[in-house]
């Protein structure tokens, strides 16, 4: 446009969105957790559901793509890669490099979370374990929902997550929840 690079985009018919959280040290070494589903709702993430309901392969490839984008960018550090999967394909939605949302869900169901593991790439210590040990959905709070709180930490199986912010606005992410569950896949 006028001699300068852009970016044209289109809508993508997809049925469902997923990402890939992946870390990726100075030393080159790669990790991945599970793969989230994802639901939006008016375009803000609802809910992060892991295992996501998808094939092995799909899975497979996800992560494919995300250690080739964290490898080409020579990244370090924790990134998310959103995918949105259509039929027999998927499409790279968004890269986030930095810990995200839809890897919040890696402090209650894994062994080492998203957040621990990016300081261990900046720091340059090894790699954390990625294993999840439980089912998880994680479900973000937005406006007056963190007002419920209290309700919500006292649910078994809850991890409860307030992000400190003074105003509560509608649409504003003022937490989330992880509802963890035995893993069963």
């Not at 960018?73 to 924790?78: A, Q």
């Not at 995918?83 to 894994?110: K, Q």
């Amino acid at each position: 446009m006028n001699g300068q690079s852009a970016i044209l985009e289109s809508f993508v018919h997809f049925e469902k969105e997923i990402s890939v959280i992946c870390a990726r040290g100075a030393d080159g070494q790669f990790v991945a957790y599970d793969v989230p589903e994802n639901l939006h709702r008016n375009h803000i993430l609802h809910t992060s559901t892991v295992p996501a309901q998808i094939d092995e392969m799909l899975s497979t490839e996800a992560v494919f793509v995300a250690s080739r984008m964290a490898e080409a960018l020579d990244y370090v550090g924790v990134m998310a890669v959103e995918l949105f999967v259509g039929e027999d394909v998927i499409y790279v939605n968004e890269i986030a490099p930095r810990v995200h949302n839809s890897g919040h869900w890696t402090m209650d169901a894994c062994v080492v979370s998203q957040f621990e593991q990016h300081m261990r790439c900046v720091a340059g210590w090894p790699l954390g374990s990625t294993l999840r040990h439980s089912d998880v959905v994680m479900t973000n709070l937005l406006g007056g929902e963190s007002n419920a709180w209290a309700a919500l930490a006292a649910l078994p199986q809850v991890g409860l997550h307030l992000y400190g912010k003074a105003e509560a606005r509608p649409a504003r992410k003022m937490g989330h929840f992880n509802k963890i569950g035995p893993r069963h896949a």
